[in-house]
Nanobody, 124 residues
Framework: VQLQASGGGLVQAGGSLRLSCALS????????LAWFRQGQGKEREFVAA???????HYADPVKGRFTISRDNAQATVHLQMNSLIPEDTAVYYC???????????????????WGQGTLVTVSS
């Protein structure tokens, strides 16, 4: 399984970006898909996840601003980011796993497959 993330860039505070992550491999619809981010000098942290039943979960700092979605036909997961703030600046990583339980959704070590990361910079 390989993941390829795209869509990062430089945006002003208040702006929007849409990240995408394409997954190659079998059985895309069975995977839980997630986005994490890592700011400079910080640990990687959970942002959002979408399960195979399309239930979604968000970290508190992004609730109401970010939306995760999946397109099973295109084997792609998206992260729509609105009302961006400088604190959202980070490298964003997509992740996937087919065996995650609900209590592990936010844990970095629970995901077996990772994309290469895409940089999002929000200027003030």
């Amino acid at each position: 399984v390989q993941l390829q993330a795209s869509g990062g860039g430089l945006v002003q505070a208040g702006g929007s970006l849409r990240l995408s992550c394409a997954l190659s491999g079998r059985s895309f619809s069975t995977y839980t898909l997630a986005w994490f981010r890592q700011g400079q000098g910080k640990e990687r942290e959970f942002v959002a996840a979408i399960r195979r039943d399309r239930n979604t979960h968000y970290a508190d700092p992004v609730k109401g601003r970010f939306t995760i979605s999946r397109d099973n036909a295109q084997a792609t997961v998206h992260l729509q980011m609105n009302s961006l703030i400088p604190e959202d600046t980070a490298v964003y990583y997509c992740a996937a796993d087919s065996r995650i339980i609900l209590s592990s959704l936010t844990l970095v070590h629970a995901y077996d497959y990772w994309g290469q990361g895409t940089l999002v910079t929000v200027s003030s």
